[in-house]
């Protein structure tokens, strides 16, 4: 069974500090991976995928995330925080078939101090 | 990013009472899901949708649940006799491939 896990339930940052938040996964194969951000009382928004190919992978907002197989890992990161960054970020993972669930991991929320 | 829209954004129900939550999916899409998000919990899969019928279900996508597509465009979820721990945000997602887009949700209270 494919399971994510997220270990920091909370991070704060400071506005203009560079961000880092871990997912690790667990799944039989190499898998779909993917990072959702939600802000307070909206959906969930796609910020970036990994599918194949280049481990690094750039998204919207400026994120970008490293799969590192080895590690089972497939961490985000973005250079500097803006305030409009506070939300919460899901890591999420999906078999490679189309149309396949994906599992996600229990988020980590960010909070971004002026 | 193709829209995804659910209908309503908040319903408050009594207990016992059945809902229908509503998603209107771009209609070249393939695949149709559900996803629940009880309050300060993470999201969880409750059901998948291909060529108009159930591909995968979740333990918690019981006989209470139901989906369709009744009219080739919305496709619904429908929860009959509410419990209270039915309480939850509920996102619609659909795909046409391996990358899944969601709606805003639909938060469902019940008292």
């Known amino acids: 069974a494919q399971s994510v896990t997220q270990p920091d339930i909370h991070i704060t940052v400071s506005e203009g500090a560079s961000l880092e938040l871990r997912c690790n996964y667990s799944?039989?194969?190499?898998?779909?991976l993917f990072w959702y951000v939600q802000s307070p009382g909206q959906g969930l928004q796609l910020l970036l995928k990994y599918f194949s190919g280049d481990t690094l992978v750039q998204g919207i907002k400026g994120f970008e995330a490293e799969f590192k197989r080895s590690q089972s890992s497939f961490n985000l990161r973005k250079p500097s925080v803006h305030w409009s960054d506070a939300a919460e970020y899901f890591c999420a993972v999906g078999a490679r078939a189309a149309g396949n669930k994906l599992t996600f991991g229990g988020g980590t929320r960010v909070l971004v101090k002026p | 990013e193709p829209e995804v829209t659910q209908t309503p954004s908040h319903q408050v129900t009594q207990m016992g009472q059945e809902v229908i939550l509503r998603c209107v999916p771009i209609?070249?899409?393939?695949?149709f899901y559900w996803y629940r998000q009880i309050l300060g919990q993470k999201v969880e899969f409750l059901v998948s949708f291909y060529n108009n019928e159930i591909s995968e279900k979740s333990e918690i996508f019981d006989d209470q649940f139901s989906v369709e597509r009744p009219d080739g465009s919305n496709f619904t979820l429908k929860i009959r006799s509410t419990k209270l721990e039915d309480s939850a945000m509920y996102f619609c997602a659909r795909s046409s491939g391996q990358e899944a887009f969601f709606g805003q949700g639909t938060r469902l209270t019940v008292v």
């Open positions: 799944y039989g194969a190499t898998p779909y």
């Open positions: 209609s070249n899409h393939l695949y």
